[in-house]
């Protein structure tokens, strides 16, 4: 019987009644098996991610909440499990091109998950015409909960798949764990026991913090109001209830991994973001919006130890930074840039200190803090946009004798943060994947082509 870490449960306590915290992931496939001329087998297919997914804990497990967030949910056994009842087989919507596979998955995406079961559904889209040669391709939609996985685990995870099926591990029954073992006097008991070691901890950390925040109030006295940095609001700062749109553009990931001679030490993260600022500015200003501000965004960061940790559950840090739109010249934005992704990495900041504070608050703190998020939408005090990279598989890989052509995925946008641009990598490409709103984002195609011209602009200087 495991419970979920706070970091988790910040997933859990700010998920709206129309805005999802999980996780979509896209496998596209271009026909047939490797040497097969037959159409795709799904039942097998199936079976195949079943006994891949049997090992992840999260497979047959359910979350349980406890009555007023007296402490952080449980995960247990779902005596109700039935693993078929999380795969569905739909055809793709004819022509089966791009735009339905779209609009399908920005559908799926924009779906609530039954709580109430283990926090996981795949879908398989057949007839789909847009992944390779083939006119009967296939995509793989997978949706998991943010609260039992992130971004580096789903990458775990895909590598799980593209290994062969062991006789042992994956084809063990499943353990039936966490349910004769639960008992409300043993929560109660162990609820008053965390509540003790959360707020010890949390008094280290402010304790820990005391230095950093003595030195940001003196700078802050000290600086003219005009010149202390803040986030200025803009279109992507909005309510994002309802239902989700997204697209997808791939790059050459040589190209991209070339553009860091630009600048002396700048990373692959700093080339993304000086293209993401280059396209916003683009955008920004075909709409008559564009400013002498530079937008904010928040940039997640894997926070696991060198060894791997766990591949449940999260572990993130995370800083913001002004990516510098109001620059027009992409190098010079990028050296910009450089230096401010490299004072965030510090972990000296008001962000820095947030995460820290929350991965430690009790949980009825914890989920009151969370409503406080959502209703005040504090969140676009921070940043303007999400952008956040996660290095997939750098070689092809192929799942029961599928080849993977391409993938997408659509992480959850939070309150008042209505852009997300994630960008996975896989096989020499780097997928801009961005998702919004259709009144926060009404012309998305637009803005890929901003990313594509903004590619090729920095492309340009070497």
């Known amino acids: 019987m495991d419970q979920i870490k706070p970091q988790d449960a910040q997933f859990l306590y700010t998920e709206t009644a129309d805005n999802f915290n999980h996780i979509t992931l896209l496998l596209n496939f271009d026909g047939p098996a490797e040497g097969q ?11 195949f991610l079943q006994l891949k997914l049997k ?105 799980s798949f593209a290994s062969p ?12 764990s966490g349910v004769a073992e639960f008992s409300w006097p043993n929560v109660a008991g162990r609820a008053v026991k965390n509540r003790l070691g959360h707020s010890i901890d949390l008094g280290r950390t402010l304790l820990n913090s005391t230095a950093y925040v003595s030195d940001s109030a003196r700078r802050f006295l000290r600086t003219k109001p005009s010149e202390r940095p803040r986030v200025y609001p803009c279109r992507f700062n909005a309510g994002v209830g309802g239902d989700k749109i997204f697209d997808v553009v791939g790059v050459d990931l040589k190209v991209l991994s070339a553009l860091r001679g630009l600048h002396a030490g700048a990373t692959m993260n700093d080339v993304i973001l000086a293209i993401c ?32 940790g766990s591949d449940t559950g999260n572990n993130l840090s995370a800083f913001t930074a002004p990516i510098y739109s109001n620059i027009a010249d992409p190098a010079a934005r990028l050296a910009k840039i450089v230096a401010a992704t490299q004072n965030g990495k510090t ?35 921070t940043c303007n946009l999400f952008v956040s990279n996660v290095p997939g598989p750098a ?62 602009e920095m492309k340009s200087k070497l």
């Open 277 to 308: 600022a280059g396209a916003l500015r683009r955008y920004l200003e075909k709409h008559h919006e564009l400013n002498s501000h530079s937008l904010v965004a928040w940039v997640p960061v894997n926070a696991r130890s060198s060894g791997g």
């Open 55 to 159: 090992p992840h804990p999260i497979y047959s497990q359910r979350l349980l909440r406890l009555p007023a967030e007296l402490d952080y949910p449980y995960w247990v056994y779902d005596e109700e499990f039935e693993p078929d009842a999380h795969f569905t087989v739909l055809p793709l919507t004819v022509p089966g091109d791009w735009k339905a596979l779209r609009e399908e998955v920005c559908y799926l995406h924009s779906q609530p998950m039954d709580m109430r079961r283990p926090l996981w559904d795949v879908t398989i889209f057949t007839g789909v015409n847009c992944n390779g040669s083939h006119k009967n391709g296939f995509t793989i939609v997978i949706r998991l909960h943010h609260v039992a996985i992130d971004g580096v685990g789903m990458v775990k995870l895909l590598a």
């Open 395 to 456: 070689q092809p890989i192929s799942l029961a004798g599928h080849r993977l052509e391409s993938l997408a995925g659509l992480p959850p946008l939070g309150e008042g943060m209505g852009l997300f641009i994630a960008t996975p990598s896989y096989n020499g490409k780097l997928y801009f994947n961005v998702i919004s709103t259709a009144s926060i984002l009404p012309d998305i195609e637009f803005f890929m082509e901003c990313i594509e011209e903004s590619f090729i």
């Open 347 to 381: 972990g000296k900041s008001a962000t820095g200190l947030l995460l820290n504070v929350t991965k430690n608050l009790p949980a009825t703190e914890q989920y009151l803090f969370a409503r406080a998020i959502n209703a005040t939408s504090a969140a676009s005090s």
């Open 165 to 176: 099926i062991r006789d042992v591990g994956e084809s063990a029954s499943v353990e039936e």
């Open 37 to 47: 001329k037959k159409e795709v087998d799904y039942g097998a297919l199936i079976k």
